[in-house]
């Protein structure tokens, strides 16, 4: 998570200050470096790491302590939205994809989004509540044809249904909860759905 109004820097940005190529310092200087500026999105390919933390440590400074309160205006990666919103990150690129989010901002190649986005998405779910499934931006229109209308998971709940026709819906959905996040009565519902609608992959 990048804390509301941190700059942020890169291992190329940190190595281009430190005045020697990345690789070389990579090989030389991160380990030391990384042991007291913990990156921003652990677990990350990307490592990002606050500016003010980074340069204190290249200068041999003490490393100031992050802001502990959270912040609506926190900017979170794929994983943090997706524990945020109870499912896998795929689908928050997918929400993102179809509208369902905005698209972010990218940060040293790092997709990220602000809390606030995340959580009033948490609290207004695709197809449920008043505005839950419209895209980010749209007005409100007409009432959808059921509850899950537009919900990007109902296409998955179909391609589960036409891969496995004869097995329980019980198993399938406790399958697609454990695949992409969320319970299994979510995706029962789904795929009931899924299977009134017709939205089984074609052959």
């Known amino acids: 998570m990048i804390p509301r109004g941190r700059p942020v820097i890169n291992e190329?940005?940190?190595?281009?200050?430190?005045?020697?190529?990345?690789?070389t310092w990579r090989r030389r200087d991160a380990p030391a470096f990384r042991e007291?500026?913990?990156?921003?999105?652990?677990?990350?390919?990307f490592l990002i790491y606050d500016l003010e933390q980074a340069l204190a440590c290249l200068q041999g400074s003490p490393v100031p302590a992050l802001p502990a309160?959270?912040?609506?205006?926190?900017?979170?990666?794929d994983k943090e939205a997706a524990d945020i919103l109870g499912i896998d990150p795929g689908t928050v690129r997918g929400y993102a994809r179809r509208g369902y989010l905005s698209p972010g901002e990218t940060l040293y190649g790092a997709r990220v989004w602000r809390r606030r986005e995340?959580?009033?998405r948490r609290d207004h779910p695709p197809?449920?509540?008043?505005?839950?499934?419209?895209?980010?931006?749209?007005?409100?229109?007409t009432r959808k044809a059921h509850p899950y209308a537009g919900d990007p998971r109902l296409q998955t709940a179909g391609d589960a249904l036409a891969t496995s026709p004869d097995t329980p819906i019980t198993h399938i959905a406790t399958n697609l909860a454990q695949e992409h996040g969320g319970s299994p009565r979510t995706w029962e519902r789904l795929?009931?759905?899924?299977?009134q609608a017709g939205c089984q992959a074609p052959d």
């Open 69 to 77: 309160q959270e912040d609506p205006d926190d900017q979170l990666n």
């Open 36 to 45: 007291h500026v913990p990156s921003l999105f652990p677990g990350s390919r």
């Open 118 to 120: 995340i959580e009033h």
């Open 191 to 195: 795929l009931n759905q899924a299977r």
């Open 127 to 141: 197809g449920q509540g008043k505005g839950g499934g419209r895209r980010a931006g749209e007005p409100q229109g």
């Open 12 to 23: 190329a940005d940190i190595a281009e200050r430190a005045g020697v190529p990345l690789a």
